[in-house]
């Protein structure tokens, strides 16, 4: 099993990215799938999640109106739209799975976890 988070790069302010979560061994659609993100200097936080039951969507208040999380299930892959990019977004992300039917921003809900793609927001 394993999840491959890609997509990360160099962009500048006020720009987009869209990041990749693709799944090998397990089907994405059967578990909720979130984004988390950690910089040097704070603690790996929740970011966005989709939910195994229904399809629903959360977002973290940093994010909410400029990032939209979405799946498509014939690929087996998550993905993050990041739109309108600050500086303050640089950081190293990670797509994890769980199996649970709802959105969790503890991190121990989350049995599988891709290896983390670096995103820098930078003029």
């Known amino acids: 099993v394993q999840l491959q988070a890609s997509g990360g790069g160099l962009v500048q302010p006020g720009g987009s990215l869209t990041l990749s979560c693709a799944a090998s061994?397990?089907?994405?659609?059967?578990?909720?799938i979130a984004w988390f993100r950690q910089s040097p200097e704070k603690e790996r936080e929740y970011i966005s999640c989709?939910?195994?039951?229904?399809?629903?969507?959360d977002y973290a208040d940093s994010v909410k109106g400029r990032f939209t999380i979405s799946r498509d299930r014939a690929k087996n892959t998550v993905y993050l739209q990041m739109n309108s990019l600050k500086p303050e977004d640089t950081a190293v992300y990670y797509c994890?799975?769980?199996?649970?039917?709802?959105?969790?921003?503890?991190?121990?809900?989350?049995?599988?976890w891709g290896q983390g793609t670096l995103v820098t927001v930078s003029s």
């Open positions: 994890a799975a769980a199996a649970r039917g709802i959105c969790t921003q503890d991190e121990s809900n989350y049995r599988y």
């Open positions: 061994g397990l089907t994405l659609a059967s578990y909720s």
């Open positions: 989709l939910t195994r039951i229904g399809g629903y969507t």
